[in-house]
């Protein structure tokens, strides 16, 4: 089974820190994503990865950017933490190619910013 | 720009019966996936069953089936048979034939009533 790991269930943090979310999967897979999880919206892209060193921006960039140093990790980077970017954060991964390979999840992280 | 709308905030049903979950998408693509994602509230996003746009039978997984009606563009989710297990959130999402990503709906949450 694919195993997409987290290291962080729940984070703390302070307005204006720099917060690191990290990630880590041990399927060999090409792709990597991070998404953004709120009540009433389902969840939104923040960024992906196609291979490493490779990023695109994904629909909700402003506020993050991200690192792909090594195939297996992800990580995704609060410049400067804000109230509004409480939330719950996924990483996942997933093979190239065809359109029908699902993604494969972590567990969230759940962040809240005071 | 692909879009996702699952209609039903919430939804209550008795154990051993069966529930529908609604799922509406818009794309001008003509190949795309369809897939259904569950997440108890421990967090995890769990993959439940995938519909490719060209696959003649609808997909059943176990006790999941998907209602695919291509020209109405509609891809319900029936959960036959509902256990206390399957109270959660479920998400639609969908893929492109260019995309990495998969795009959301809003996702339903599911109480299974004992």
């Known amino acids: 089974d694919v195993k997409v790991t987290q290291s962080s269930r729940y984070l703390v943090k302070r307005t204006g820190e720099k917060v690191f979310l990290e990630c880590v999967q041990d399927?060999?897979?090409?792709?990597m994503f991070w998404y953004r999880q709120d009540p009433g919206l389902g969840l939104r892209l923040i960024y992906f990865?196609?291979?490493?060193?490779?990023?695109e921006k994904g629909d909700i960039p402003e506020g993050y950017s991200v690192s792909r140093e090594k195939k297996e990790r992800f990580s995704l980077i609060l410049e400067s933490a804000s109230t509004n970017q409480t939330s719950m954060y996924l990483c996942?991964?997933?093979?190239?190619?065809?359109?029908?390979?699902?993604?494969?999840f972590g567990n969230g992280t759940r962040l809240t910013v005071t | 720009a692909q879009k996702i709308t699952q209609t039903q905030p919430g939804m209550f049903v008795q154990e051993k019966e069966a529930v529908t979950l609604d799922c509406t998408y818009d794309?001008?693509?003509?190949?795309?996936?369809l897939f259904w994602y569950k997440q108890p509230s421990s967090g995890e996003m769990i993959f439940l069953i995938y519909?490719?746009?060209?696959?003649?039978q609808n997909a059943t997984e176990g006790r999941y089936s998907l209602n695919f009606q291509k020209a109405r563009k509609s891809a319900n989710l029936v959960i036959s048979a509902s256990q206390l297990g399957d109270s959660a959130m479920y998400f639609c999402?969908?893929?492109?034939?260019?995309?990495?990503?998969?795009?959301f709906g809003a996702g339903t949450t599911v109480t299974v009533r004992a």
């Open positions: 996942a991964s997933s093979v190239p190619g065809t359109y029908n390979s699902p993604l494969h």
């Open positions: 399927m060999d897979h090409e792709n």
């Open positions: 990865s196609y291979d490493v060193k490779m990023k």
């Open positions: 794309t001008s693509d003509p190949s795309y996936g």
């Open positions: 519909q490719g746009s060209y696959d003649q």
């Open positions: 999402a969908m893929r492109g034939p260019k995309d990495y990503k998969l795009s």
